[in-house]
């Protein structure tokens, strides 16, 4: 097991990549498996995730390659079983569902994991495939599906679910007749998702709004498709930037996805501007805390809560995060204490009030955006902070020490 050691205080400086996204590639990989046909997608991660996923993928039938951000998968012979080995450590993992449904009419999945940031129950996965025709049983740790055909149905979620959106977008596209989604998730990778079904002949529309629509066809052909870039990272090293009191010049960063973020980081002081193919941010004078609240995209989005609590802790007065997605997203506030922050937790809502300086300690990662509030504040820390169990970190982003030490951090890999 590994931990990251970063010397902080150092303004980054200089010009950084965004990798493909790790949240629209795993639903597309899944998708694969409707494919008749090879499908060649471009942009992909090289993170565990992925590799864990396409693991599955070959488990269910469809070989594939990966190499140097490229997979090529073909489905060779279909099964219908994901087992707990796999399943356990991905929560994308019940997105095969929908596909396995489709295509089978049965499937043995194990209930998901993931980090342990609260509950993310599939019962809404479940209960819209019902509306379509699959019935249902839970057993020994397995999700066991099983219709005789997806039929077309007029479903409406009683939450915008990304994932539950994803699992029926598949599931629907070979549905006999007309699905209606309403109340789906808005999140662009629920869009990129959405975007490649139709590149494989799928009859989609709606998609990035609350309504879709979902015509199903008879059958899927393979594609080539580049993944969207990774919106939580852009705005990873969007706050990067400021909390070092340096200057980054982001490439294929998704600036308009990021609409929520950059509001509350100008409203803190922080100058960030789109320049062609490039954004550029950077400290704008002083920080000043900002009260946040999380919501389903369009919102200001959970999984840069962490990291904008990181930039918090570093600004002038007070400011609240009031997290409305995941019960347990606070477990990060702990290791910032350490780190010397002032941040008062109570429910579900933070009250953090900026510190002169942070100061470098041990500290432990407990979740994947946990890990990236920790880096963060480990760069702006003065002296050494030691992030522990960056196994998850390395779950959600590509290269972060290499591409960070490019721009000037101090901070190196090492054995714990």
Request: with cysteine; proline share 5%.
């Amino acid at each position: 097991m590994d931990k990251l050691i970063i010397e902080g205080g150092v303004p980054l400086r200089g010009r950084i990549r965004v990798s493909g996204s790790k949240n629209a590639a795993l639903p597309i990989l899944m998708a694969c498996l409707l494919a008749e046909t090879p499908v060649r997608l471009a942009n992909v991660p090289r993170l565990r995730d992925i590799r864990t996923t396409l693991k599955l993928l070959n488990i269910l039938g469809c070989e594939s390659e990966f190499e140097e951000n490229v997979v090529r998968a073909q489905v060779v012979l279909l099964k219908p079983e994901a087992p707990y080995d796999l399943v356990k450590t991905m929560r994308a993992s019940v997105l095969c569902l929908g596909p396995l449904l489709a295509l089978l009419g049965e499937a043995r999945v194990a209930l998901p994991g993931g980090c342990a940031i609260g509950a993310r129950p599939v019962d809404l996965h479940l209960k819209a495939l019902e509306r379509m025709g699959a019935a249902f049983e839970l057993t020994s740790g397995y999700i066991l599906g099983h219709c005789k055909k997806l039929k077309g149905a007029h479903i409406t979620f009683d939450f915008p679910t990304v994932g539950g959106t994803e699992n029926l977008l598949m599931a629907a596209s070979l549905a006999e007749g007309e699905t209606v989604l309403e109340n789906a998730a808005r999140e662009p990778e629920v869009a990129d998702l959405a975007n490649f079904l139709n590149a494989c002949g799928a009859k989609i529309s709606g998609q990035g709004t609350s309504v879709i629509h979902i015509q199903g066809v008879s059958s899927l052909h393979g594609c080539e498709y580049r993944v969207m870039p990774d919106r939580i990272e852009a705005g990873t090293f969007l706050v990067a930037a400021p909390i070092t009191g340096g200057e980054l010049e982001i490439l294929d960063c998704p600036f308009q996805e990021l609409d929520a973020l950059v509001y509350k980081l100008r409203e803190m002081g922080v100058w960030v501007q789109e320049d062609g193919e490039r954004v550029i941010v950077r400290r704008d004078g002083e920080l000043t805390g900002v009260d946040v609240t999380t919501q389903p995209h369009p919102g200001f989005p959970t999984d840069m809560q962490a990291q904008i609590m990181a930039l918090m802790c570093v600004a002038k007065g007070a400011g609240s995060i009031q997290e409305k997605i995941f019960e347990n997203r606070f477990m990060h506030v702990l290791e910032l204490v350490r780190l010397g922050a002032n941040i008062k937790l109570k429910d579900r809502t933070a009250v953090v009030r900026g510190v002169p300086k942070l100061v470098g300690a041990p500290v432990m990662a407990s979740d994947l955006r946990a890990s990236a509030s920790l880096v963060l504040a480990g760069l702006a820390a003065e002296g050494t902070t030691e992030v522990q169990r960056i196994y998850h970190l390395d779950r959600g982003y590509e290269n972060i020490e290499a591409k960070l030490s490019a721009v000037g951090a101090r901070i190196r890999r090492a054995p714990e």
